[in-house]
């Protein structure tokens, strides 16, 4: 499989947390709620192949490749037509996060995964944007290989009404264990 990054990238992963109300998160408690409700994701065969066949379509693309299918993403969120969002919140990956999230009880707000540019494979709810390439959950996961973990800050989510900490994590490859993407 390609190398690329799955944010859950990475998959980007939102998790709610009452502590976080102190700005303080307790790093054991996230890394045990990290292992219980994400870390099988890493190797769902769904995503990796998902990540697979994105990572073939993507690896040659350039700076101005991704800046013209970001804009494009931008330009769409709430539109009425949505032919760059649609395609990637329909595929059944993005199906199956949002039943995940969904089946977290509030715990997972949001989840993605993104190819290894950086750029949404699928996602529970839409994104602001396409690429995520230049953002922490991405750089301090992918670039870094297998294993990597990025906690995010606190912050307070005005459209949820909860103090929340991304939590992001390098997905690799089973067998070679070379990064796919994030998440």
């Known amino acids: ?34 292992a219980a409700q994400v870390t099988p ?17 993507t690896s040659g693309y350039d700076a101005a490749q991704i800046d013209a299918l970001d804009a494009r993403w931008r330009a769409e969120i709430g539109a009425a037509e949505t032919p760059t969002i649609s395609p990637v919140l329909e595929n059944p990956v993005s199906q199956m996060l949002m039943a995940y999230a969904y089946s977290s009880h509030g715990l997972i707000t949001e989840v993605f995964v993104m190819d290894g540019q950086g750029l949404n494979v699928a ?4 994104t602001s944007d396409f690429w995520q390439g230049d953002e922490a959950k991405f750089l301090e996961t992918v670039p870094r ?5 990025h906690v995010g800050d606190v912050e307070f989510d005005e459209s949820s009404q909860h103090y929340l900490v991304q939590v992001s994590m390098t997905i690799s490859d089973p067998d070679s264990g070379a990064p796919l993407g994030a998440h």
């Open 1 to 34: 499989m390609a190398a690329g990054a799955l944010s859950l990238a990475c998959l980007c992963t939102l998790l709610c947390s009452g502590a976080a109300r102190a700005q303080q998160v307790d790093a054991a408690a996230l890394q045990q709620a990290i």
């Open 41 to 57: 994701l890493l190797t769902e065969p769904q995503i990796l192949a998902a990540l697979a066949e994105q990572n073939a379509a």
């Open 123 to 126: 996602m529970s709810h839409i």
């Open 145 to 149: 290989g297998a294993g990597a973990l």
